[in-house]
């Protein structure tokens, strides 16, 4: 049964202070590893798409990396705004339309 | 603009009753989805229709059964058999051959 767990569960940062979200995950051949930003009340906003080992994707002051056991999600100096849950998904290959999810770090930056 | 809406944002339901959720997509998009979302855990797949008249389960089918008459259209319905139905509901949708998944802003339905 495919798995992926988040952590930490709760991350507080101060404004300006990097830090990197875990995701790991077992799964029966890797189609793709998601992110996705959610905010209180709100459907997931897609973030990136990896789908090899080695492979680095960058957006503002995100970046996401890939390993054959686990992503992480690099934020370097965050300001508030970024502030929300972050939620990990991997997508099984053998044409699996199900994508099993994580249950989020949720990040605070504190001004 | 394209995108997912989801009908109605709160929603609130009586023992015994059924209640449907609504999803409309513009984006022309082929495979469309039912997430359930609860607090501590991650989202579970309930249905999923890839063409317009099919459909398949996902891990929590039961109590919920879905139609796909149009390809803009994937509607829930959240059955009285369904005996904890509480949760933010989220529909997504994806073109076939794509990775890229679009979620709608949710529904949020409490039993009274």
């Known amino acids: 049964e495919d798995q992926v767990t988040q952590s930490p569960e709760a991350l507080r940062l101060q404004e300006g202070e990097s830090s990197s979200l875990n995701c790991s995950y077992t799964v029966s051949g890797l189609r793709g590893l998601f992110w996705y930003r959610q905010d209180p009340g709100k459907g997931p906003e897609f973030l990136f798409t990896?789908?090899?080992a080695g492979e680095e994707k960058e957006k503002e002051r995100l970046k996401a990396t890939l390993t054959k056991k686990e992503s992480f999600l690099h934020i370097t100096a965050p300001k508030p705004e970024d502030s929300a849950t972050y939620l990990c998904a991997v997508q099984a290959d053998f044409g699996n339309e199900k994508l099993t999810f994580g249950t989020g770090t949720r990040l605070t930056i504190i001004p | 603009d394209g995108g997912i809406t989801q009908s109605p944002k709160y929603l609130f339901r009586k023992e015994g009753q059924n209640v449907t959720l609504s999803c409309e997509q513009n984006?022309?998009?082929?495979?469309m989805y039912w997430y359930r979302q609860d607090p501590g855990q991650g989202l579970r797949l309930i249905y999923y229709?890839?063409?317009?008249?099919?459909?398949q389960k996902g891990d929590i089918a039961e109590g919920y059964s879905v139609s796909r008459e149009k390809k803009e259209s994937f509607p829930l319905t959240v059955t009285s058999a369904q005996k904890n139905p509480t949760a933010f509901y989220l529909c997504?949708?994806?073109?076939?051959?794509?990775?890229?998944?679009?979620f709608g802003s949710g529904t949020r339905l409490t039993v009274v």
């Open positions: 984006l022309n998009h082929d495979a």
């Open positions: 997504a949708s994806r073109l076939q051959g794509s990775y890229g998944y679009t």
């Open positions: 229709s890839q063409i317009v008249n099919d459909f």
């Open positions: 990896l789908y090899s």
